[in-house]
């Protein structure tokens, strides 16, 4: 990399934020990369990341306003630290141990050493007192790394999923290293005040450090660990919703899913935590009990294919697709069926006229870090119409408190929950409405940037009051 490009700002995630689009690179669509794109652009930032293709330039190159840094994964690679350790141990046991977590020792190794590769492509970079922005569970050792080859640079650290309480943590082999890896950082940010917490507590548990309030004493240095909940770019789910060709599809969606049913939709990338196949189970339960019927109803269910080669996503797609068809030959009849499973991703445009078009939106995952597209749907919904059934154990239950919210394991309660939101009264639905489009306004993805960037740029002295006494 040349010496000019050193920067003052860099981002370090798994993956870049860019992707093919035939022979062109794009920016990912996605909230992150909007909220940090512009502060990229100001500051002339790096971000450091695994293009995840074979197909990318040997070395680092422009798009968008700010450099691409590529960190290339050897195919043993990408099964032990990407396949193995971040999404066979780590993603289950942070998601409340959903499916049973496996740990292997080849794929810790390999953590280890990706780690110590973004750790130091970050660190060639980085300008003399750069900020260091580390992202998410694939990278937790990064911190810890960077600070003993740049003791100069401030680093900031977020966790995209949620942060599994002390009982479940213990099960890691390695949990020592991986909260040490965090206490790198200067400031290490959850979702919510319970991830915060729980960290704490396996700080005073598994080192030694003093940790007092929402601060640990490392050394000389103070560590803030707090919540900082992500959230949308809502202006432009607003600006979308304001779109007549988009308006124009809502109107279509609804005709060709059938004027007079009232239309659920889900959307999810097709993964084990999301809680499709028990939601799925739930609709079942809710037209056996003839409460509801296909021609009063129907559910859109889009699913997003992901790591397609991990054995549990590989089940659940056998799982969700077996109960889709269950459905649709118990209760369907000839041009009309009570399930439309779209298995692929939606550009923007095209989700959007789902949520506008959707009565019902169905978020019911066993455990969320936050989860956006909940936020997402109140954004797209101008009128102050339909209503947003949430599981309790996401982050955004937090915020969106006037959501139907549910128990998304108990599949009684959720169907007698869809029937209720289904026919609830239009008054109601834009009470809770106007509540929870009032929040996604007030709090958008460019003030969480501002709140992580900002906290990492207080004055070392004052993170260190309290904790130095
Ligand atoms: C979650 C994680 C992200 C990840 C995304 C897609 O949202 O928090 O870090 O990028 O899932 O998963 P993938 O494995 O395809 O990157």
Not at 183 to 209: C, E, I, K, P, S
Not at 240 to 266: K, Q, V, Y
Not at 374 to 392: F, Q, W
Request: net charge neutral; with cysteine.
């Amino acid at each position: 990399m040349p010496e000019q490009t050193a920067s003052e700002l860099v981002v370090v995630a798994n993956r870049l934020p860019v992707q093919r689009n035939g022979g062109q690179w794009e920016t990912s669509p996605g909230g992150l990369v909007s909220a940090l794109l512009p502060i990229l652009q100001r500051e002339r930032g790096v971000w450091v990341g695994w293009p995840g293709s074979g197909d990318a330039p040997e070395g680092a190159f422009e798009h968008d306003g700010f450099t691409n840094v590529p960190v290339e994964l050897s195919a043993s690679e990408i099964d032990d630290y990407y396949e193995g350790f971040s999404n066979s141990s780590l993603w289950p046991l942070y998601h409340d141990a959903c499916q049973p977590p496996r740990f292997h020792r080849r794929w810790w190794h390999s953590y280890v050493a990706v780690n110590k590769r973004f750790a130091e492509a970050a660190c060639s970079v980085a300008s003399e007192g750069a900020r260091i922005l580390v992202q998410d569970y694939h990278l937790q050792l990064v911190p810890g790394m960077i600070r003993e080859l740049r003791p100069d640079v401030r680093i900031g650290f977020f966790l995209h999923i949620p942060f599994p309480p002390t009982e479940l943590f213990s099960q890691l082999p390695w949990r020592r290293q991986i909260v040490e890896g965090l206490l790198g950082a200067d400031v290490v940010g959850f979702q919510t005040r319970r991830g915060a917490q729980n960290f704490m507590r396996l700080v005073t548990r598994f080192t030694d450090h003093r940790a007092q309030g929402s601060r640990v004493k490392v050394g000389t240095r103070a560590v803030q660990a707090r919540a900082f909940p992500i959230s949308i770019d809502t202006a432009r789910f607003e600006r979308l919703c304001a779109d007549p060709a988009i308006i124009a599809r809502s109107r279509d969606i609804r005709r060709e899913a059938g004027e007079g049913r009232s239309i659920f939709l889900g959307v999810d990338r097709l993964d084990y935590t999301k809680g499709i196949d028990i939601r799925l189970r739930s609709l079942q339960e809710l037209l056996s009990s003839g409460k509801r019927t296909i021609h009063d109803t129907v559910l859109i269910q889009v699913s997003v294919p992901s790591r397609e080669f991990v054995t549990e996503y590989v089940e659940l797609r056998s799982r969700v697709e077996e109960l889709v068809g269950q459905i649709n030959g118990q209760f369907g009849e000839v041009g009309s069926a009570p399930v439309h499973y779209l298995r692929r991703n939606l550009p923007i445009e095209e989700l959007v006229a789902h949520y506008m078009a959707a009565d019902v939106m169905l978020v019911t995952p066993l455990r969320d870090g936050m989860n956006l597209v909940a936020k997402e749907y109140v954004a797209c919904r101008p009128d102050n119409t339909g209503v947003l059934v949430l599981s309790e154990f996401t982050g955004a239950a937090n915020e969106l408190d006037r959501a139907v919210l549910v128990n998304p394991h108990d599949i009684d309660g959720m169907a007698a929950a869809f029937a209720e939101a289904a026919s609830m009264p239009r008054d109601e639905q834009s009470r809770r409405m106007r509540s929870m489009r009032s929040r996604v306004r007030r709090r958008t993805v460019y003030d969480w940037a501002d709140e992580f960037v900002g906290a990492l740029d207080e004055p070392r002295q004052k993170t260190l009051t309290g904790v130095l006494a």
